[in-house]
T-cell receptor
Framework: NAGVTQTPKFRILKIGQSMTLQCAQD?????MYWYRQDPGMGLKLIYY???????DKGEVPNGYNVSRSTTEDFPLRLELAAPSQTSVYFC??????????FGSGTQLSVL | GENVEQHPSTLSVQEGDSAVIKCTYS??????FPWYKQELGKGPQLIID?????GEKKDQRIAVTLNKTAKHFSLHITETQPEDSAVYFC???????????????FGQGTTLQVKP
């Protein structure tokens, strides 16, 4: 099992550009999550999904969109990148609502 | 919604000493409390968790205690070793049971340094 795979690992965007952060898991987990991590701020939940076709907002959803068309994939879309979206993004998955498995993260800079 | 406060933000101990990290939560409906360890350049990894129907749980050198009345829970690491140096996060969720929303809310993190 590869676990939770995130791509890319690093990315630099210009203000106003768009991009999709990819996340895939091979553990047949129902739950998937996107968090962002800013220095000294812990992990903030952006969006989460409890199954294919179902998504819901977390603590900080503004500026992001998600979709969950399959159990395995949960991409995060940034439409108009802003400097405030400079962060490290983590995708996670779990079988139920506990014991999250995290990917290795995507470091995003918006300049 | 749920809010989780974690203290201290940094903690430095000598190898062999104990380390304690404390968290408080606001939502009395929270029923699941995990702790994660994050090493440099990696994603967080679950090290121990506790449910609200249990007051204490231990796994070798780490233990977690829960006080539901005071809405406190703590991580205890005994006989610390240099490899325990990392960032530790507490979290809370009401994701168990019929009101399963699946939202795990994290504290701000504690950077633990174990000096050899």
């Amino acid at each position: 099992n590869a676990g939770v795979t995130q791509t890319p690992k690093f990315r630099i965007l210009k203000i106003g550009q768009s991009m999709t952060l990819q996340c895939a898991q091979d553990m047949n987990h129902n739950y998937m999550y996107w968090y962002r991590q800013d220095p000294g701020m812990g992990l903030k939940l952006i969006y989460y999904s409890v199954g294919a076709g179902i998504t819901d907002k977390g603590e900080v959803p503004n500026g992001y969109n998600v979709s969950r068309s399959t159990t395995e994939d949960f991409p995060l879309r940034l439409e108009l990148a802003a400097p405030s979206q400079t962060s490290v993004y983590f995708c996670a998955s779990s079988y139920g609502a506990e014991k999250l498995f995290f990917g290795s993260g995507t470091q995003l800079s918006v300049l | 919604g749920e809010n989780v406060e974690q203290h201290p933000s940094t903690l430095s101990v000598q190898e062999g000493d104990s380390a304690v990290i404390k968290c408080t939560y606001s939502d009395s409906a929270s029923n699941y409390f995990p702790w994660y360890k994050q090493e440099l350049g990696k994603g967080p990894q679950l090290i121990i968790d506790i449910r609200s129907n249990v007051g204490e749980k231990k796994d070798q050198r780490i233990a977690v205690t829960l006080n539901k009345t005071a809405k406190h829970f703590s991580l205890h690491i005994t006989e610390t070793q240099p490899e325990d140096s990392a960032v530790y996060f507490c979290a809370a969720s009401n994701g168990l049971g019929s009101s399963n929303t699946g939202k795990l809310i994290f504290g701000q993190g504690t950077t633990l340094q174990v000096k050899p």
